[in-house]
Nanobody, 121 residues
Framework: QVQLVESGGGLVETGGSLRLSCAASGSIFSINTMAWYRQAPGKQRELVASIIRRGSTNYADSVKGRFTISRDDTENTMYLQMNNLKPEDTAVYYC???????????????WGQGTQVTVSS
């Protein structure tokens, strides 16, 4: 059974940095697409950044130039380096993985439990 676990969230001042991690555990051959989403109170969940297995990335306009998504496929782990953080970045950040391949078959959508990021103003 595959599990996604986020870590690295916390409280940071405006202009500071955080590095989020998402570790996929279980018997996994490969993962096609991994992505970070976030949801602030009273707002809908939005895509922050995504990365496919071959390395192509996509970023929300609001984080371009500040956030960097990466992945280590030998560890089945995804990262989000967040620099120059703003109060608007405050949200619960969720890890998502699509098309996870394992000896048990294929999973098409999976979510982590989320990690809180709070940027003080």
């Amino acid at each position: 059974q595959v599990q996604l676990v986020e870590s690295g969230g916390g409280l940071v001042e405006t202009g500071g940095s955080l590095r989020l991690s998402c570790a996929a555990s279980g018997s996994i051959f490969s993962i096609n697409t991994m992505a970070w989403y976030r949801q602030a109170p009273g707002k809908q969940r939005e895509l922050v950044a995504s990365i496919i297995r071959r390395g192509s990335t996509n970023y929300a306009d609001s984080v371009k130039g500040r956030f960097t998504i990466s992945r280590d496929d030998t560890e089945n782990t995804m990262y989000l380096q967040m620099n120059n953080l703003k109060p608007e970045d405050t949200a619960v950040y969720y890890c998502n993985a699509d098309r996870i391949f394992g000896p048990w078959g294929t999973m098409y959508d999976s979510w982590g439990q989320g990690t809180q990021v709070t940027v003080s103003s």
